[in-house]
């Protein structure tokens, strides 16, 4: 939606989430070598702020194709190597005979914002002007 809002035609919206499926890929693989030298919780912690540095710096000025892709990648790859690199982290920390609870409970911890995140960003998204008021309304979702 955000990509057609901006002009995109829905093929080229539907490669840049190709793109960020592909770099999620290479995120998982690389984010698990640096983790070979880095250790696991570095590693992690390298994560989020890519991640974070991606979404503060990169998507506010995501308002034409190229930066978009830059956005896709960069938060692809944060984001792939945010999910490879929890289990190892949490498997770091927690004895082995409760690996399975803990990982339960973050994954759980997960579910509101997977629950609500969707719905939350419609309300915002509607709220300011709807996905054919280009991408302003897109800022506060």
């Known amino acids: 939606m955000y990509g057609t809002s901006m002009g995109l035609s829905a093929s080229s919206a539907a490669g840049l989430v190709a793109g960020f499926n592909l770099s999620s890929a290479v995120g998982r693989i690389s984010f698990g070598q640096v983790a070979d030298k880095l250790g696991p919780i570095n590693s992690l912690i390298l994560a989020l702020a890519w991640n974070a ?15 978009l892709i830059v956005f896709v990648v960069s938060n692809g790859m944060a984001n792939g190597g945010f999910f490879a690199l929890m289990p190892t982290v949490v498997g770091s920390i927690t004895e082995s005979s409760k690996l399975a609870s803990a990982m339960g409970m973050i994954v759980t911890g997960w579910a509101g914002g997977y629950l609500m995140g969707a719905p939350i960003a419609g309300y915002l998204l509607e709220a300011f002007g709807g996905e054919n008021s280009g991408l302003k309304p897109y800022r506060p979702a």
């Open 53 to 67: 540095i991606s979404l503060l710096v990169i998507w506010p000025v995501s308002t034409s194709l190229a930066p």
